[in-house]
Protein backbone atom coordinates (compact mmCIF):
# COMPACT_ATOMS: atom_id res chain seq x y z
CA UNK A 1 0.00 0.00 0.00
CA UNK A 2 1.17 3.64 -0.46
CA UNK A 3 0.00 6.86 -0.05
CA UNK A 4 0.30 10.17 -1.57
CA UNK A 5 1.81 13.14 0.66
CA UNK A 6 1.42 15.77 -2.23
CA UNK A 7 -2.19 16.16 -2.97
CA UNK A 8 -1.50 18.81 -6.14
CA UNK A 9 0.16 17.86 -9.40
CA UNK A 10 3.28 18.47 -10.48
CA UNK A 11 3.16 22.19 -11.07
CA UNK A 12 6.04 24.27 -9.22
CA UNK A 13 4.68 27.35 -7.37
CA UNK A 14 6.11 30.50 -8.43
CA UNK A 15 7.53 32.89 -6.06
CA UNK A 16 6.50 36.74 -6.23
CA UNK A 17 9.84 38.14 -4.75
CA UNK A 18 12.60 40.57 -5.61
CA UNK A 19 15.78 39.28 -5.78
CA UNK A 20 17.85 41.92 -4.35
CA UNK A 21 21.39 41.18 -5.05
CA UNK A 22 21.71 42.63 -8.04
CA UNK A 23 20.13 45.85 -7.21
CA UNK A 24 22.78 46.06 -4.24
CA UNK A 25 25.57 45.08 -7.01
CA UNK A 26 24.29 47.93 -9.00
CA UNK A 27 24.36 50.44 -6.46
CA UNK A 28 27.37 49.59 -4.47
CA UNK A 29 28.88 50.20 -8.33
CA UNK A 30 27.33 53.92 -8.52
CA UNK A 31 28.68 54.30 -5.24
CA UNK A 32 32.03 53.83 -5.84
CA UNK A 33 31.78 55.87 -9.29
CA UNK A 34 30.77 58.99 -7.23
CA UNK A 35 33.61 58.20 -4.87
CA UNK A 36 35.95 58.43 -7.57
CA UNK A 37 34.36 61.35 -9.74
CA UNK A 38 33.88 63.56 -6.43
CA UNK A 39 37.06 64.70 -5.59
CA UNK A 40 38.10 65.50 -9.52
CA UNK A 41 34.97 67.59 -9.52
CA UNK A 42 36.85 70.25 -7.03
CA UNK A 43 39.52 72.24 -8.60
CA UNK A 44 42.30 73.85 -5.97
CA UNK A 45 43.58 77.13 -8.23
CA UNK A 46 45.47 79.90 -6.74
CA UNK A 47 42.81 82.71 -7.34
CA UNK A 48 43.57 86.02 -7.62
CA UNK A 49 40.46 88.10 -7.57
CA UNK A 50 39.80 91.17 -9.83
CA UNK A 51 37.61 93.82 -9.56
CA UNK A 52 33.60 93.56 -10.09
CA UNK A 53 31.77 94.97 -13.34
CA UNK A 54 28.74 94.53 -11.83
CA UNK A 55 26.19 97.11 -11.82
CA UNK A 56 26.51 98.99 -8.17
CA UNK A 57 23.79 98.38 -5.60
CA UNK A 58 22.05 101.66 -5.01
CA UNK A 59 23.30 103.66 -1.34
CA UNK A 60 21.42 103.53 1.48
CA UNK A 61 20.68 106.74 2.98
CA UNK A 62 23.04 106.29 6.21
CA UNK A 63 25.25 103.15 5.23
CA UNK A 64 27.44 101.77 8.37
CA UNK A 65 30.50 100.97 6.86
CA UNK A 66 32.92 98.83 9.33
CA UNK A 67 36.49 99.28 7.56
CA UNK A 68 39.75 96.66 8.48
CA UNK A 69 42.68 98.89 7.83
CA UNK A 70 45.79 97.60 6.31
CA UNK A 71 47.54 97.63 10.13
CA UNK A 72 44.38 95.42 11.07
CA UNK A 73 42.75 98.09 12.62
CA UNK A 74 38.67 98.42 12.55
CA UNK A 75 37.08 101.29 12.31
CA UNK A 76 33.29 102.30 12.23
CA UNK A 77 32.09 104.69 10.33
CA UNK A 78 34.82 107.23 10.90
CA UNK A 79 35.79 106.27 14.54
CA UNK A 80 38.60 103.90 15.09
CA UNK A 81 37.85 100.90 17.55
CA UNK A 82 39.67 98.86 20.20
CA UNK A 83 40.18 95.46 20.24
CA UNK A 84 37.42 94.47 22.41
CA UNK A 85 35.00 97.11 21.60
CA UNK A 86 33.08 96.46 18.24
CA UNK A 87 30.05 95.43 19.67
CA UNK A 88 29.80 98.58 21.79
CA UNK A 89 30.84 100.50 18.84
CA UNK A 90 28.18 98.50 16.37
CA UNK A 91 25.10 99.33 19.07
CA UNK A 92 25.81 102.53 19.21
CA UNK A 93 25.90 103.31 15.28
CA UNK A 94 23.05 101.38 14.77
CA UNK A 95 21.09 102.29 17.82
CA UNK A 96 20.98 98.59 19.19
CA UNK A 97 19.23 98.00 15.34
CA UNK A 98 21.21 94.60 14.38
CA UNK A 99 18.95 93.85 11.44
CA UNK A 100 21.04 96.92 9.61
CA UNK A 101 23.29 95.93 6.93
CA UNK A 102 26.69 96.66 7.69
CA UNK A 103 28.95 97.51 4.36
CA UNK A 104 32.72 95.86 4.74
CA UNK A 105 35.65 97.45 3.40
CA UNK A 106 39.51 95.68 3.38
CA UNK A 107 42.72 97.32 2.72
CA UNK A 108 44.03 95.04 -0.61
CA UNK A 109 47.27 94.16 2.09
CA UNK A 110 44.92 92.57 4.49
CA UNK A 111 44.48 88.93 4.60
CA UNK A 112 41.92 86.76 3.55
CA UNK A 113 42.20 85.19 7.58
CA UNK A 114 41.39 88.68 9.04
CA UNK A 115 38.64 89.43 7.01
CA UNK A 116 37.23 86.15 8.33
CA UNK A 117 38.20 86.99 11.58
CA UNK A 118 36.58 90.62 11.15
CA UNK A 119 33.21 88.89 9.67
CA UNK A 120 33.45 86.29 12.64
CA UNK A 121 33.43 89.02 15.14
CA UNK A 122 30.57 90.72 13.01
CA UNK A 123 28.65 87.86 13.49
CA UNK A 124 28.91 87.19 17.07
CA UNK A 125 28.24 90.61 17.90
CA UNK A 126 24.79 89.62 16.30
CA UNK A 127 24.93 91.63 12.77
CA UNK A 128 24.54 88.82 10.35
CA UNK A 129 23.43 91.31 7.61
CA UNK A 130 26.94 91.90 5.61
CA UNK A 131 28.10 93.66 2.55
CA UNK A 132 31.70 93.13 1.42
CA UNK A 133 32.14 96.81 -0.31
CA UNK A 134 34.91 96.63 -3.59
CA UNK A 135 36.30 98.93 -6.28
CA UNK A 136 34.41 99.24 -9.06
CA UNK A 137 36.20 98.24 -12.72
CA UNK A 138 36.27 101.31 -14.09
CA UNK A 139 37.87 103.49 -11.02
CA UNK A 140 40.96 100.95 -10.99
CA UNK A 141 41.32 101.87 -14.40
CA UNK A 142 41.38 105.19 -13.92
CA UNK A 143 43.97 105.06 -11.20
CA UNK A 144 41.61 106.48 -8.75
CA UNK A 145 40.23 105.50 -5.14
CA UNK A 146 36.81 105.95 -6.43
CA UNK A 147 34.01 107.03 -4.16
CA UNK A 148 33.80 103.51 -1.89
CA UNK A 149 31.28 102.07 -4.54
CA UNK A 150 29.62 99.59 -3.56
CA UNK A 151 30.33 97.33 -6.97
CA UNK A 152 31.51 93.72 -5.05
CA UNK A 153 28.48 94.07 -2.89
CA UNK A 154 28.78 90.34 -2.15
CA UNK A 155 25.85 90.16 0.51
CA UNK A 156 25.78 87.93 2.83
Same mark, same amino acid.
Given at each position: ?????????D????T?????????????V??????????????????????S????????????? *?? +?? &???? @??? #????????? =?? /? $????????????? *?? +?? &??K? @?T? #????????R =?? /? $??????????????? +?? &??????? #????????
Open positions: MSARLDPGGDLEEHEINVTPFIDVILLLIIFMVAAPLATVDVPVDLPATAAPQPRPDAPLF *VT +LT &AENG @VVV #GEAPVAEGG =LA /A $ALDAATGGDREQR *VF +LR &ADA @VY #GDLAALMN =LR /A $AGYLKIALVGLEAGD +LQ &AGGLGTG #GMGAGAAR
